[in-house]
């Protein structure tokens, strides 16, 4: 069973840095694939943050509004991605969710088939 648990989230001020991360278990696969971050503000469309690819070739994709401010990294070894998060604006505030298992369309939920339950993420003006 594929199981992706989200943790890292919290609240901060304006200006502050979070770093969420993701554990995987239970996925095996014999191509290359996206990992991913989105984000679900209240009232607001789910929205694809930054994905990562795990062959080689290929740069990070980033939303234009977290372009310079976050970075998105995995840990092969411990199954894990993470999620930099620096320069935190309110707007930055909502579940933030990963996703694995997309091979196109990097930013785009309905491509990955796997979810976490999400970590909430708050930035105080």
């Known amino acids: 069973q594929v199981q992706l648990v989200e943790s890292g989230g919290g609240s901060v001020q304006t200006g502050g840095s979070l770093r969420p991360s993701c554990a995987v278990s239970?996925?095996?696969?014999?191509?290359?694939?996206?990992m991913a971050w989105f984000r679900r503000a209240p009232g607001k469309e789910r929205e694809g943050v930054a994905a990562?690819?795990?062959?080689?070739?290929?740069?990070?994709d980033y939303a234009a509004s977290v372009q310079g401010r976050f970075t998105i990294s995995r840990d092969a070894a411990k199954n894990t991605l993470y999620l930099q998060m620096n320069s935190l604006i309110p707007e930055d505030s909502g579940v933030y969710y990963c996703?694995?298992?997309?091979?196109?369309?990097?930013?785009?939920?309905?491509?990955?088939?796997?979810w976490g339950q999400g970590t909430q993420v708050t930035v105080a003006s």
């Open positions: 996703a694995i298992g997309a091979t196109t369309y990097s930013l785009v939920g309905a491509a990955y088939p796997y």
């Open positions: 239970g996925f095996t696969a014999v191509f290359d694939f996206y």
């Open positions: 990562v690819y795990t062959g080689k070739g290929r740069l990070p």
